[in-house]
């Protein structure tokens, strides 16, 4: 067990969600307590105090949380249930699981799995999926496993089932690190767990082919990405996180796509980091994010 899951030893996240209502966190505060338990940390939101919806982050430590979590849980059910109230509770010292599926641009790819070799990330990566082999030698660099599913002259249910059967019981979530292969419907249906895209913000203005070149004629002075959770409208699901930077007239298409990467790589590493650590609550179609 490393030093970092050491310290979360015993810590539990729990996420409540439902209609607000006087007296949820009284409830749910109490419920702790009499299980022996102490909040390290709570955040909350209410999108409309009367009729809205109510959003919590609460960190909980419990001594021999392992031997007591059945005994919390069925109790969350009974004091939750009958308030509309949803819930998950995650033990913190376990990281979650998770693939990435890769193309031929390898920047937010190594910058996961660097940021992951360096603690930063909460996480295992159990493989790394590829339509190429280009970043086969690096990947195995880092000690992780790499499956190559070829994309090119082969039926997409084909090798959509050949990824499905890759990542089936073996991950938490899936990380498209500029994977450029539209998912199908039925594939989500299937993997069973949240899929997180990156993308450039330029959408939906510069779709397709060379969009810094097409920035670069237009004279934009902000490029920008956008990570969200993956569903069947193409790049409008849940957005997790984010950011941009301005450019001028000085800089080039080249100087775009580099300063475009290096912000991909930056809000994807905080949407998977926070996806992670539970801070995540989706909500329709947009992201409670403590």
């Known amino acids: 067990m490393s030093s970092a899951t050491e310290a979360l030893r015993d810590h539990a996240c729990l996420i409540v969600h439902g209609p607000d209502r006087p007296g949820i966190v009284a409830a749910v505060s109490a419920l702790v307590a009499r299980h022996g338990g102490n909040i390290v940390s709570l955040d909350q939101y209410s999108d409309d105090p009367t009729g809205g919806d109510f959003f919590q982050r609460l960190v909980l430590h419990r001594p021999d949380l392992a031997g007591a979590r059945a005994e919390l849980e069925a109790d969350l059910e009974a004091t939750l249930a009958p308030l509309e109230l949803s819930w998950r509770l995650t033990d913190r010292s376990v990281p979650k699981r998770m693939a990435i599926l890769a193309s031929t641009a390898d920047h ?3 910058d996961l799995l660097w940021r ?10 159990p493989m790394v999926i590829s339509n190429h082999t280009v970043a086969a030698d690096d990947v195995a660099s880092f000690g992780i496993r790499f499956e190559h599913v070829p994309t090119a002259d082969v039926p997409r249910p084909e090798a959509e089932a050949r990824i499905l059967e890759l ?25 069973g ?31 920008g990405a956008t990570a969200h959770y993956v569903t069947e409208d193409l790049d409008e699901g849940p957005i997790i996180e984010q950011d941009v930077v301005r450019v001028s007239h000085a800089d080039s298409a080249a100087d775009l796509q ?15 980091l926070w996806h992670a650590e539970d801070r995540v609550i989706r909500s329709g179609n947009h992201c409670i994010v403590f």
């Open 108 to 110: 937010c790819l190594l």
């Open 193 to 223: 767990v949240p899929v997180i895209n990156i993308h450039h913000s330029f959408l939906p203005a510069f779709v397709g082919a060379s969009p810094y070149r097409r920035a670069k004629e237009r004279g934009v002075k902000l490029i």
């Open 167 to 191: 990542l089936d019981g073996q991950v938490d979530f899936v990380v498209l690190a500029r994977y450029m292969q539209i998912l199908s419907a039925d594939f989500l249906a299937r993997v």
């Open 116 to 125: 992951h070799r360096r603690g930063e990330l909460p996480v295992t990566v």
């Open 258 to 272: 580099r300063r475009g990467a290096d912000v991909e790589r930056a809000v994807l590493s905080r949407a998977v």
